[in-house]
């Protein structure tokens, strides 16, 4: 039986295996997926609605577990400041998503000056349609909404049409995507990104995970909330 802390141990192989056994991964969102348009709540905006910022530019979603982790805090607070600029830059939007309440996050966002969109997907719907929840018992309190799904560390480039071109999922931000492979994927996208360049797409290394009908959150019996 495979709970969170068996994921919390496990290296990037060990991750990939686990999923495989668990028939997890197939189900993952992966390059060739069409991004679903969800609202989300930004913590200072309010509803935003993805497809609006697509109109301007790619998009770069990085989800979290919630503020109060030291490795999801220490991971934005790295890209604030090696990952922002830089897609800025590119004309590329900068979104992370949390499922935690919209007041705990602003309260992140406001304590770090983070420089970029922080949204609360307090029902977890993006993260359900990602296909990249778990559920945590015992992560509804630090959450604050009642509920206790948790998404894997996960970051999503999506070009303007709206096509998923690079999906990258971890077991947690211990070992956290670094910010030059972000760049990279939005950078590939090249000066059009509304297309998709013949149908090729840029994959993260390791992520050959194969689309797959199904949505929801994975159960991970017996497990805690993990950072």
């Known amino acids: 039986m495979t709970t969170v ?3 919390r141990r496990v290296d990037d192989d060990a ?3 686990l999923l495989d056994r668990n028939a997890i991964w197939k189900r993952m969102v992966t390059v060739g997926d069409r991004l679903p348009i969800q609202p989300v709540y930004e913590v200072d905006l309010g509803p935003i609605h993805l497809d609006r ?8 979603l ?19 400041t090696g990952l922002e600029p830089a ?13 935690q309440a919209p007041g705990r996050l602003a309260a992140l966002k406001h304590r770090d000056g983070l420089p970029f969109l922080v949204a609360s997907d307090p029902r977890h719907v993006l993260v359900d349609a990602l296909r990249i929840g778990f559920s945590s018992p015992g992560a509804d309190k630090p959450l604050g909404t009642g509920r206790s799904v948790l998404p894997f560390a996960s970051v999503v480039v999506a070009d303007r049409s709206g096509l998923v071109r690079f999906a990258d999922v971890r077991p947690n931000w211990l070992d956290p995507l ?11 996208l090249g000066g059009d990104a509304g297309r998709t360049f013949g149908g090729e797409a840029v994959r993260a290394p390791g992520s050959g995970a194969v689309r797959a009908p199904g949505s929801g959150a994975v159960r991970a019996p017996g497990g805690a909330s993990t950072s």
């Open 53 to 60: 910022l697509l109109d301007t530019g790619p998009l770069v």
């Open 62 to 80: 990085v989800f979290i577990r919630y503020a109060g982790s030291p490795w999801c805090e220490d991971l934005l607070r790295s890209y604030a």
């Open 178 to 188: 670094p910010a030059a492979r972000v760049v990279e994927a939005v950078r590939a």
């Open 5 to 7: 802390h068996d994921l």
């Open 87 to 99: 897609l800025t830059a590119l004309g590329a939007h900068l979104v992370a998503v949390s499922p």
């Open 15 to 17: 991750f990939r295996r």
